[in-house]
């Protein structure tokens, strides 16, 4: 360390550990910055995160390469961040529950209006075809329209099967209905701010106790044909060029999708607060990642994730345009558990369906 030349890189290898600590911690935790307040940095940041979770083992190992005493920085800054890593990685032992009268499956779905993303068949319709096959008691989809035959390639034979397994379901006027194999009673429907935001209240009457879902579209980002370009581009390496669009264009609307869903978020947590109900469970297409502000508001100090608590691994929900997040939530509360969630490779949406299977506890 006498070598001056060996003390100055050491002072910078010190400097960059800093810097990326810094951004690392800033990534994991960017959920508790208000958009109001902080724009869309910390949100975009939170976005970031599974990048961190490859780049800093990566740091650590080039640490201990070159200067050992340096390495102590990512580590530590990885345990601070284990809390981050286990929302968006859950490490369990994959169990295989038994259903039975005790248990009931729930799946959320964005179903791109029953459209096909790509590769669309000519002969039935492959979204509603994956419902059908998986057969949850209750569904939650997200843009959602009536199921009808000729609808999409819909045809006769999958209308009458889907009314058959849900001959209950909530009001289909927003676009965000409640299917049920159950009885559904007190149903509410209500719009978000917003361009793109959505509410459905409904009361499901399960076999031995009864459970209040609030089914939800949040804001969406609201990119164009060019904006995804852009960002294609970016994900190639090929920022030069795009500066201007990045700015004027994803990043405007990104700090403005952000915004909006705090506020949406601020008023379904509003409708909770006023809930009396012992069982909630609140899902559907949040349009952000699980540790984001908006889902941390409705979540409040009562709330749980079921992904966080059922699920194994990383997961993406949202498969177009290289937007590979996990943005298709489950949110819960009271005497239920989930005992199983999983993201679904299935359908032919943009999204995939997640269908969770909850345990309803004695009292």
């Not at 951004?23 to 975009?44: E, K, R």
């Not at 002969?123 to 096959?133: H, K, M, R, V």
């Not at 980002?221 to 852009?230: F, R, V």
Request: with cysteine; aromatic share 10%.
């Amino acid at each position: 360390m006498n070598d001056p030349r060996h003390r100055i890189l050491f002072n910078v290898s010190i400097a960059v550990n800093l810097i990326l600590a810094a951004g690392c911690m800033l990534s994991a935790y960017g959920g508790y910055f208000s958009p109001d307040y902080f724009h869309a940095i910390p949100a975009i940041a939170l976005l970031a995160f599974p990048f961190w979770v490859v780049a800093m083992p990566c740091v650590t190992v080039a640490d201990l390469i070159t200067f050992r005493k340096t390495a102590l920085i990512p580590a530590v800054t990885m345990v601070l961040c284990v809390g981050a890593f286990l929302d968006f990685c859950p490490i369990r032992v994959r169990t295989v529950p038994t259903q039975g009268n005790d248990t009931f499956s729930l799946m959320i779905y964005n179903t791109l209006n029953l459209a096909d993303y790509k590769e669309p068949a000519t002969d039935s319709n492959t979204t509603l075809q994956a419902i059908i096959d998986l057969r949850p008691d209750i569904i939650c989809m997200q843009e959602a329209p009536a199921v009808a035959p000729s609808f999409h390639n819909i045809t006769r034979a999958q209308a009458d099967t889907f009314k058959m397994l849900y001959p209950n379901h909530g009001t289909r006027q927003l676009g965000v209905p409640v299917y049920s194999r159950f009885k559904i009673t007190h149903i509410m429907a209500d719009t978000l701010p917003g361009t793109s935001g959505m509410l459905e209240k409904c009361v499901v009457d399960l076999d031995s106790t009864s459970l209040t879902i609030y089914n939800v579209h949040l804001q969406s980002i609201g990119l164009d044909t060019d904006d995804k370009a852009t960002f294609m581009a970016l994900t190639q390496g090929h920022a030069r060029g795009n500066i201007k669009k990045i700015k004027s264009g994803l990043l405007a609307k990104l700090n403005h999708a952000f915004k909006t869903r705090a506020s949406q978020a601020r008023i379904i947590r509003q409708y909770l607060d006023a809930d009396t109900a012992e069982n909630i469970i609140v899902c559907g297409d949040f349009n952000d990642v699980a540790s984001c502000y908006a889902i941390r508001t409705i979540m409040g100090n009562d709330l749980m994730n079921a992904y966080t608590e059922a699920g194994r691994g990383p997961s993406a929900t949202y498969r177009a345009n290289r937007f590979y997040f996990h943005i298709d939530q489950i949110l819960y509360k009271g005497r239920i558990k989930p005992v199983e969630i999983a993201t679904l490779r299935t359908g032919n949406s943009d999204h995939y369906p997640v269908r969770a299977i909850f345990k309803i506890e004695n009292l």
